[in-house]
């Protein structure tokens, strides 16, 4: 979109053949943005040259005859392998008619409940200085920002409106979300000065302090109200008295020496403890954190075993051969693209429905309930193999405690992992 309204045309057709074939995740922000745009030239078809989002460089300008031949070019060549195997651009039509199947899938997404609180628990600044620039930014902004705020609305309704919705369908809201927050950032430079330094150090410091002692007594209760560790009433002074005190001297220093310094104290205090809540949120959401399990921008249910797994598979074939490969497994009517994925390294892998009495493959590995018919010869051992968090019967302690803990119910699928009995001895 940047190189097309700055008249990189072809370049900018190489990256929209690249995106298309982007497969499903990409439809979504497609028609996000193709509805905004929709809407945007509804609302301004009359100022054109003054109000449109693209400001100076009307859409109508751009040369859309070398776009499409650029885009067309880029999706026959990588499309196809270039020319090698044609049949592979069927993958745009797949793709796209996989993101209207989704629309049927009723009751197989989360919840709105935890869409918001995923938003809003991880995005809040974001949210915040978004919200800010589009009713308080400046004027020289308004053609963009109301094409902004119409790309996040739409693109917020087809996610929560889809029946199939993940959490991680949040990713084209907060595109045109922090490009408002962004600019958001920028308008609020002109409301802060550097005078009066160490008034504003000082409020901003009490601000994050005393917030964070208020959220860490909250916690306290939270954790410990299964052994009664703290009573209501003594819960409830503890987490509002340091918002009292801050409520005091905020007042204090406003009236005897500058409400001016008051006010942006306060603000950098809020920012800052907004700033360390984003980046944690980000870090944890990466998976970087103690528990990726309990995350809630994950797709997909995390192979908490996968290292015991391949670890006693690479044991035994290291015992029996000498090489880590060196051995065969069947995956017995187990088809997760973790389990094939644990294991790629090994030489032969096959999938199956059925074991037949005959054959004797040197490891198994069955789900949990799988009745492997030759367990005479077998020895096996049950493994969890994938972890995740039940969000939806979590209640507001659960989440207060998962906010800063990463603690939640977990729902395991476990597997059995089953090895010729001969493969163990003297192992």
């Known amino acids: 979109m940047g190189l097309l309204l700055n008249h990189k045309t072809i370049w900018a057709g190489i990256f929209g053949g690249i995106a298309l074939l982007g497969g499903v995740a990409f439809w979504p922000g497609f028609f996000g943005i193709l509805i905004s745009l929709g809407i945007s030239f509804l609302l301004f078809r009359k100022k054109q040259d003054s109000s449109l989002p693209s400001g100076e460089t009307p859409l109508v300008q751009i ?24 049949v592979t651009i069927s993958g745009l039509g797949t793709s796209i008619a996989e993101y209207f199947v989704s629309w049927g899938k009723i009751g197989q997404g ?3 409940k935890v869409m918001l609180i995923a938003l809003l628990s991880t995005q809040f600044l974001a949210v915040l200085l ?17 094409f902004l705020g119409l790309w996040a609305l739409v693109s917020t309704a087809l996610t929560l409106l889809n029946p199939s919705r993940q959490v991680v369908d949040w990713v084209w809201t907060l595109l045109p979300l922090w490009t408002l927050a962004a600019i958001g950032v920028e308008d609020l430079r002109q409301y802060f000065s550097a005078d009066e330094w160490l008034l504003k150090l000082f409020q901003t410091i009490f601000t994050f ?9 909250l916690l306290s209760f939270v954790v410990g109200a299964a052994n009664g560790a703290m009573t209501k009433n003594t819960a409830v002074l503890s987490i509002l ?8 001297i905020t007042f204090l220093i406003g009236w005897g020496w500058s409400p001016n310094a008051s006010r942006q104290g306060t603000l950098m205090g809020l920012g800052l403890i907004l700033l360390f809540v ?33 670890k006693s598979v690479n044991n035994i074939a290291l015992w029996n051969s000498g090489q880590k490969e060196g051995i065969d497994i069947v995956l017995l009517n187990e088809d997760q693209p973790s389990l094939q994925w644990a294991f790629r390294d090994i030489l032969t892998v096959k999938q199956a429905d059925v074991l037949g009495d005959t054959e004797t493959p040197s490891i198994v590995i069955s789900a949990a309930n799988e009745s492997l018919n030759l367990a005479k010869i077998y020895q096996g051992q049950e493994i969890v193999w994938t972890s995740a968090p ?12 998962w906010s800063a803990l990463r603690k ?20």
């Open 63 to 86: 040369d859309w005859k070398t776009f499409a031949l650029s885009t067309g070019g880029t999706l026959i060549l990588l499309g196809t392998m270039f020319l090698i195997r044609p």
């Open 110 to 112: 989360a919840s709105i």
């Open 130 to 146: 978004a919200f800010w620039e589009a009713i308080a930014g400046r004027k020289e902004h308004a053609g963009m920002n109301i």
């Open 209 to 217: 302090v005393l917030f964070i002692f208020s959220y860490l007594n």
């Open 241 to 248: 008295l340091p918002l009292a005190l801050l409520a005091v």
């Open 278 to 310: 984003t980046f944690g949120s980000s870090w944890k959401s990466a998976g970087l954190g103690p528990r990726p399990e309990t995350e809630l921008w994950r797709s997909d249910s995390l192979p908490v075993g996968r290292d015991l797994m391949v």
């Open 390 to 401: 039940d969000f939806e019967k979590m209640t507001a302690k659960d989440w207060v405690e």
């Open 408 to 427: 939640a119910n977990l729902v395991s699928t476990n597997c059995f992992l089953w090895a010729r009995t001969d493969l163990l001895k003297g192992s």
